[in-house]
């Protein structure tokens, strides 16, 4: 078995080592002058929360497609915007193809203001 380093990670060198701490202690100090403090996180994370869903994703799997659109009723959003909506219960569409939706939508918003 040949070792190797995980995907999406690389190896520094000693040079680029010092140009890179060089860098972060200039940007660390001119944040720390302006009253900042360091945090630091994990740098992995349980798979759990890298596989999982969050938000308005997760809760229509939760609640079902109806029961979404139902509570979009109720804060009086038109069926006719939830039509328009609909392309993006889809999670088989890309992400180009939802912004491109939500583009559509938006300028349709953006004319019927004025």
């Given amino acids: 078995m040949k070792p190797s380093i995980p995907k999406g990670t690389r190896d520094f060198n000693a040079i680029e080592i010092f140009n890179r701490r060089f860098i972060i202690n200039c940007i660390q100090r001119n944040f720390e002058k302006f009253g900042f ?3 630091e996180t994990p740098s992995f994370e349980n798979l759990s929360t890298l596989t999982g869903k969050y938000g308005e994703e997760d809760k229509l799997d939760k609640i079902g497609k109806e029961k979404v ?3 979009l009723l109720d ?3 038109s069926q ?3 039509d328009k909506l609909e392309p993006l219960f ?3 569409n890309s992400n180009e193809e939802q912004i491109a939706v939500l583009n559509e939508l938006l300028k349709e918003s953006e ?3 004025k």
Wanted: hydrophobic content about 30%; charged content about 35%.
């Fill in 90 to 92: 889809k999670t088989y």
């Fill in 111 to 113: 004319i019927g203001k």
């Fill in 75 to 77: 804060k009086n959003i």
């Fill in 37 to 39: 403090t360091p945090l």
């Fill in 69 to 71: 659109i139902e509570e």
């Fill in 80 to 82: 006719k915007s939830i």
